[in-house]
C-alpha cells in the first residue's frame, strides 16, 4: 500500500522562475492538502484540495496555486519565485469529511531558490 | 488567534532518560491533538492523536501525550529515550468542526540523545 508521494525531491530554482511540485496521496484518500515548512519552523498550511476544488487556503499569496486531478493527486505552483520560497513543501492527504483521521503525510520537496 | 506553542526549541537528554516536550494551544474549542516526528530530509510521522475520551493517549515507538483541558496543554512523553528517538518533534491541532483538515503546526522541538 504506497503511501504520499511527492516529486520531484529537490528542486533549484532561481528567482521569477515558475515551479511545479506533484503529489500522490495514499491509496483510498480523496483529499490533498499542501504545507510550506520553511528551515527551523513548523509547516504551515498552503491549501487544501478536494474533488478538484480548493477547499481552504492559509495566508499565501496568489502567486501560490494548485490543481487536483480526477486521480485525487495533486500539483502546487508557485510562480515569480522569491528567495523567502525557499522551504520543504510537504504533501499531505486525507479523507474529506473527517477531520478526526490523521493526515498522511509524504516526504517533501526541498525547493532551493537561487 | 489559533495558535500552538512548543517552549523547547531544543532538548538534549541522555539515553535511558525520561522525556517530556511541552506544547501549549490556543484555540476557540478543544480541538484535535496531534505529534507528529520529523527525522532529518523525511516527512512528517503521527506518533499519536487524542480526539476525545481518555485523556493519556499512547502513541508508537513507546510514546505518550497527556490532555489538559485545564492548561490548554499536549504534552508528550517517553519513560526511556533510545538513540533512535533524535529527531524534530511537532504538535499540531486541528479543528473539530472543520472538514478541511487544516492543522496548525507548532515551531518544533529538536531531541538530540547523548550516548
Known amino acids: 500500500d504506497a503511501g504520499v508521494t511527492q516529486s520531484p525531491t529537490h528542486l533549484i530554482k532561481t528567482r521569477g522562475q515558475q515551479v511545479t511540485l506533484r503529489c500522490s496521496p495514499k491509496?483510498?484518500?480523496?483529499?490533498v492538502s499542501w504545507y510550506q515548512q520553511a528551515l527551523g519552523q513548523g509547516p504551515q498550511f498552503i491549501f487544501q484540495?478536494?474533488?478538484?476544488?480548493?477547499?481552504q487556503r492559509g495566508n499565501f499569496p496568489d502567486r501560490f496555486s494548485g490543481h487536483q486531478f480526477p486521480n485525487y493527486s495533486s500539483e502546487l505552483n508557485v510562480n515569480a519565485l522569491l528567495l523567502g520560497d525557499s522551504a520543504l513543501y510537504l504533501c499531505?492527504?486525507?479523507?474529506?469529511?473527517?477531520?478526526?483521521?490523521?493526515?498522511?503525510f509524504g516526504d517533501g520537496t526541498r525547493l532551493s531558490i537561487l | 488567534a489559533q495558535s500552538v506553542t512548543q517552549p523547547d526549541i531544543h532538548i538534549t537528554v541522555s539515553e535511558g532518560a525520561s522525556l517530556e516536550l511541552r506544547c501549549n494551544y490556543s484555540?476557540?474549542?478543544?480541538?484535535?491533538l496531534f505529534w507528529y516526528v520529523q527525522s532529518p530530509g523525511q516527512g512528517l510521522q503521527l506518533l499519536l492523536k487524542?480526539?476525545?475520551?481518555?485523556?493519556l493517549v499512547q502513541g508508537i515507538k513507546g510514546f505518550e501525550a497527556e490532555f489538559k483541558r485545564s492548561q490548554s496543554s499536549f504534552n508528550l512523553r517517553k519513560p526511556s529515550v533510545h538513540w533512535s528517538d533524535a529527531a524534530e518533534y511537532f504538535c499540531?491541532?486541528?479543528?473539530?468542526?472543520?472538514?478541511?483538515?487544516?492543522?496548525?503546526f507548532g515551531q518544533g522541538t529538536t531531541l538530540q540523545v547523548k550516548p
Open positions: 499531505a492527504s486525507s479523507f474529506y469529511g473527517y477531520s478526526n483521521q490523521p493526515q498522511h
Open positions: 491509496s483510498g484518500h480523496d483529499t
Open positions: 499540531a491541532v486541528g479543528a473539530r468542526s472543520s472538514n478541511t483538515g487544516k492543522l496548525i
Open positions: 487524542y480526539f476525545s475520551g481518555d485523556t
Open positions: 484540495y478536494y474533488e478538484e476544488e480548493e477547499r
Open positions: 484555540y476557540g474549542a478543544t480541538p484535535y
